[in-house]
Structure formats: structure tokens, C-alpha cells
């Protein structure tokens, strides 16, 4: 299944990294996801899913560090790149774009005039939806910059879309439904909005209420100053933060029915509050991030 309303540079998946992933997962399960089943990249990491319609949550942590290296090019390994950060933080890095074509919107990226690096093809073990083993086919193109750190993204295609974009998957007891917003926090929000404006055009980029806002396309990416993170989620506290860049803090998930979401999170335990969009959970309760469900 193809995501159908998806396309260029929209959000594909946000990445949270954890150092405990099987508690991280229980973690989610206790906010009211289903998560997909476990699998494996081939540079030594863990993850599973959040799938929604046309976007998701990778949750991703450390398997074997001894295949760091692992389909290593020009120097560039996603797992020894995760390893790096966990060894620094956990929490919300680096946010995926979407991709139908990775040769000419990673073309497209590089005329816009941001930094790209590697390109990083692989495959990965998955079990079809028939129950039978397969692979699947992924591309990536790394676009970091130096300066913005785990503020950065990477453009990535699924050649067999129908290996991770399973309906079967998009049923959640919370009633989930997509990915609406990545939210960082930036002493200095300039550099994400000519970033953005870049990426996603800069009718698409803009100053809405004093923060910076890129609609991709299927979400956005929302530029709060430490102020404005601190009085929208402060009933729940901000991540615990390891760098002065600017770095992300939370994500939006659209949800079906905010009661519902309430009243499964009270029955699990799990700390939660509202705020001005809906409700919030602690960064503890999910991977030092910050999930806030809205309608």
C-alpha cells in the first residue's frame, strides 16, 4: 500500500531514539499504540513502528553494536551516527522526508542548496503480510547540516512500500491516525526557517504567532523559542536537553477522540496534561519526548 496522501519532502517518520528499546516499547504500548513487529536494521539496530495512513513514528534503539560499519559509505553509518547520539541523549533526532524518486529529490534537495552527503541504499528482513519471509528495499540521502546538528533530515523511498505500509498495522486502542507536527526548540529559529524555506518553499514557511511553521505537505515542522516550548508544555516538562542547538523537543499525534485518549492513559498510569491543543504525556513516558494528542 502507497501512502495516499503523501509526496515530496512531506514527513515520512520522525525518529526517536532510546537507550532501552524493549522498555520504550512497552512504553508506547502503555500511551495506546500498537506497534509493528520488532525488526532489525543491518548496521546493528532495533526498531518498530507507529504506522499511520501516510506517516509514522520509528522507535529505534541499539541491537549489536559490532555490525557498526555495516554497509558503511564514503565513511557514513546510520548506526554508528545513532550510536553517537545515544551516547549524548535520547529522545527525537533526526525527521525522515519523504520519497517517490531518491535520485531526483536528492538532485533537488542539492539545487536548492543545502548540504547533502551519502547516499545509502539496503534492505532489511520483514515478514509479508502472508507470513511468509521477504525483504524490505529502502533508499536513503542524507541531508545534515553541520550547524544545526540533530536538526537535520534524510530523504527516504520504500521500493516495496507494501512491506511498511500495512493497514493491518494502523489500528491503534488510541485512536491514532498521523504524525501532525514535529516541534523543536531554537534560542534562534533563523536558521531552521531558511532551511525550511529552502526545502519546502517559502510560500509553504512562515512566522505564525512568533514561532517558525513549515507545512511539508502530510504535517509540519514548528521552530518554538525556549519561552514558547516552556509555556505550552510546561505542564508536562521539556526533554532532557544535552545541547545548545537547537533540537526536538515533541510530536503532535492527531488522534480521533481526546476522551478516549484521557481515559486510556489514566487507566495506564501514565502522567498526562492538558495543554492549549489537546493533551500531553511526559517526556519519561515516551523516550524523552514529549507526545501531545490533538484532534
Known amino acids: 500500500m502507497i501512502p495516499p496522501n503523501q509526496h515530496r519532502f512531506g514527513i515520512d517518520h520522525p525518529v526517536v531514539s532510546v537507550r532501552n528499546h524493549p522498555e520504550a516499547v512497552e512504553k508506547y504500548v502503555r500511551l495506546g499504540f500498537s506497534p509493528s513487529p ?87 528482513k520483514v515478514t509479508a503480510p502472508d507470513g511468509s519471509p521477504d525483504e524490505a528495499v529502502v ?25 511498511i505500509w500495512r493497514k493491518d498495522w494502523q489500528s491503534h486502542p488510541n485512536g491514532a ?6 516541534v523543536y526548540v531554537a534560542s534562534d529559529p533563523t536558521p531552521l526557517e531558511a532551511r525550511w524555506s529552502k526545502l519546502f518553499g517559502a510560500d509553504n514557511t512562515n512566522r505564525v504567532e512568533g514561532h517558525i511553521e513549515a507545512n511539508t505537505g502530510c504535517g509540519r515542522l ?16 521539556l526533554p532532557v536537553s544535552y545541547t545548545s542547538k537547537p533540537h526536538g523537543i515533541a510530536l503532535q499525534v492527531r488522534v ?13 498510569g501514565v502522567v498526562h496534561a492538558e495543554t492549549a491543543r489537546g493533551i500531553a504525556v511526559t517526556p519519561a513516558a515516551a523516550g524523552n519526548t514529549v507526545i501531545e494528542f490533538a484532534e
Not at 58 to 71: A, H, M, W
Not at 143 to 163: A, I, K, T, Y
Not at 222 to 237: D, I, N, R, W, Y
Open 38 to 124: 520488532i525488526s532489525y536494521h543491518p548496521w546493528g539496530s532495533v526498531l518498530t513502528v507507529m504506522m499511520f495512513e501516510n506517516n509514522f513514528i520509528e522507535l529505534i534503539g541499539i541491537d549489536d553494536p559490532r555490525k557498526f560499519g555495516t554497509g558503511e559509505v564514503d565513511g557514513f553509518c546510520y548506526g554508528r551516527t545513532l550510536g553517537e547520539f545515544l551516547a549524548r541523549s535520547e529522545g527525537l533526532g533526526l525527521v525522515s522526508l519523504h520519497s517517490k524518486d531518491i535520485e531526483a529529490d536528492f538532485a533537488a534537495v542539492r539545487a536548492a542548496g543545502l548540504p547533502v552527503q551519502q547516499r545509502v541504499d539496503f534492505r532489511r
Open 256 to 268: 480521533r477522540d481526546l476522551k478516549v485518549v484521557k481515559q486510556l492513559l489514566s487507566e495506564n
Open 139 to 163: 533508499s536513503l540521502g542524507m541531508v545534515m547540516d553541520p550547524e544545526l546538528g540533530d536538526v537535520s533530515n534524510f530523504l527516504c523511498q520504500q521500493h516495496r512500500p507494501e512491506f
Open 222 to 237: 514548528v521552530a518554538l523559542t525556549p519561552e514558547q516550548a516552556e509555556a505550552h508544555f510546561g505542564s508536562v516538562g
Open 177 to 182: 491516525t498521523a504524525v501532525e507536527e514535529v
